[in-house]
Every structure is written in C-alpha cells, then in structure tokens.
C-alpha cells in the first residue's frame, strides 16, 4: 500500500483497503505479467527440476535401514564435500529492473 492509499486510524478502513488494493493488484500482475513471468522462468525451472533422479533419496530416505545409512554418512563428515557444479544451477540470469523511486 503506497501513500495514495492511506488512510486515518479512526477511518477503520486500513485493512479494507490493503485487502482490496492486494486482491487488484494481483489481478492486474497476473493477467498483464504472468505470461511473461511463465516464459521467463519456465526453462530454468524444467531444467532444475530435470535433476531430479528416479533412485532413493540421500537427504529423505524412506526406509529406517537408509535413514541409518545417511546419518552414519553424514556424521562421518569433517567437512562438507564439495558440490557437483551442474550448468542448470546458474542457467537462469536476472536482469537489472533499474532503481525504484
């Protein structure tokens, strides 16, 4: 809510107004923008969630014998091991909005 929509303690209609000024908003953002924003982050998305593999989970098992097996790993460790660095993890560049009033 900017200063346009301000309104005095006594009016009661702060929270009106926030809840009507949100719900437009939205509104607006998703029938102009959502397309956009879809085509945008679609492909780095698809792509991260390509990663995914289709054997047991390391960090979630789902057995009581690999939730054993993880915390024996992970207890062992005197460091974290580094990370496999995959393209899809920085495939996505931000672009510069500029500066806000």
Do not use: C, K
């Amino acid at each position: 809510m900017n200063t346009a929509e301000r309104t005095v303690l006594i009016a009661g209609q702060g929270s009106s107004l926030a809840l009507a000024g949100a719900y437009l908003l939205a509104h607006a953002l998703h029938t102009a923008a959502f397309a956009a924003y879809e085509r945008d982050l679609r492909g780095f998305v698809a792509r991260n969630q390509a990663l995914v593999d289709t054997g047991g989970s390391t960090f979630v098992p789902v057995t009581a014998e690999a939730l054993r097996r993880r915390d024996t790993m992970l207890r062992g460790l005197d460091a974290m091991p580094s990370a496999t660095t995959r393209p899809e993890h920085s495939a996505l560049v931000l672009p510069a909005f500029g500066t806000w009033p």
